[in-house]
C-alpha cells in the first residue's frame, strides 16, 4: 500500500504534469492565503449569499465554520501526531516542490479534510450544487499531491475523514437549531432548497 502511494505520488508529481498546471495548482492549493480571494472573492460570496438567504445563511454559515473547525482540530491534533508520517519533501529523492507551505506531518492531510468537511455540510444544504462542491473539493486535494507536500493517502483519508464530520456535524446542527428553535423562536432553522418536483409548500424540509 505505501509502496503504491508512493509510486502515485511520483506519478502525479513528476510525470503528469502541464505546464498550466504547473502555475494553477500552486494557486489554488492555497486560494485561503491569497489576498484578492480573501479580500474581494470571498466577501462577495458572502454578501450574495447573504441576500438571497440572511437568516438561513447564518446559521448554515455558523455550522459549516464548526464542522471544518472539528475536522481540522481532530486530525492535527490528534491523527497526525498518531501517525507521525512524514511529508515528501522529507522522504523523496526525487521532488518537484511547486509551493513552501506546508508543515507538519504528511497524514492525513487537513487541507483535503477542511475542504470535504465544508462540501458535505454544504451538500446537505444546497443538494443542488453538490457536484460543485465536491468538485472544488477533490481539486484543491490533488493540487496537494501535485505541488508535492501530500502523498495520495493523505489526501484520500483527509477527505473521507472531512467528509464524515460535515455530513455528520449538519444533522447533529439540525438538531441543536430546532432544540433552540423549541425555547427561542425567533431563531432561524435550516431549510434545504426542494428537489426538482417538490416545493417548501408541499414538503417537509424545514429543520
Known amino acids: ?6 509510486h502515485l505520488f511520483r506519478l502525479i508529481n513528476s510525470e503528469w504534469t502541464h505546464p498550466w498546471l504547473n502555475a494553477f495548482m500552486p494557486w489554488v492549493t492555497d486560494l485561503h492565503k ?4 480573501m479580500v474581494i472573492a470571498i466577501p462577495t460570496l458572502l454578501l450574495l449569499w447573504f441576500y438571497r438567504s440572511r437568516k438561513q445563511m447564518l446559521v448554515a454559515l455558523v455550522g459549516l465554520l464548526i464542522s471544518i473547525a472539528l475536522a481540522d482540530n481532530f486530525i492535527y491534533r490528534v491523527l497526525k501526531p498518531s501517525f507521525e508520517r512524514p511529508r515528501p519533501p522529507y522522504v523523496e529523492k526525487t521532488i518537484e516542490l511547486r509551493s513552501d507551505r506546508y508543515a507538519g506531518y504528511s497524514f492525513p492531510s487537513n487541507h483535503a479534510a477542511n475542504n470535504f468537511a465544508a462540501a458535505g455540510f454544504l451538500s446537505l444544504c444546497y ?3 453538490t457536484p460543485v462542491f465536491l468538485l472544488v473539493a477533490s481539486i484543491v ?4 499531491i501535485y505541488v508535492g507536500v501530500h502523498y495520495p493517502l493523505d489526501v484520500i483519508a483527509g477527505g473521507v475523514i472531512g467528509l464524515i464530520f460535515g455530513l455528520f456535524f449538519f444533522r447533529i446542527w439540525r438538531i441543536i437549531l430546532s432544540k433552540a428553535h423549541r425555547r427561542w423562536p425567533f431563531l432561524p432553522l435550516l431549510k434545504v432548497p426542494p428537489v426538482k418536483g417538490e416545493s417548501y409548500g ?3 424540509r424545514e429543520f
Do not use: C, E
Not at 500500500?1 to 508512493?6: A, E, G, L, Y
Not at 486535494?141 to 496537494?144: A, I, L, M, P, T
Open 202 to 204: 408541499n414538503t417537509n
Open 1 to 6: 500500500m505505501i509502496s503504491f502511494d508512493q
Open 34 to 37: 491569497n489576498q484578492t480571494v
Open 127 to 129: 443538494p443542488a450544487l
Open 141 to 144: 486535494g490533488y493540487s496537494r
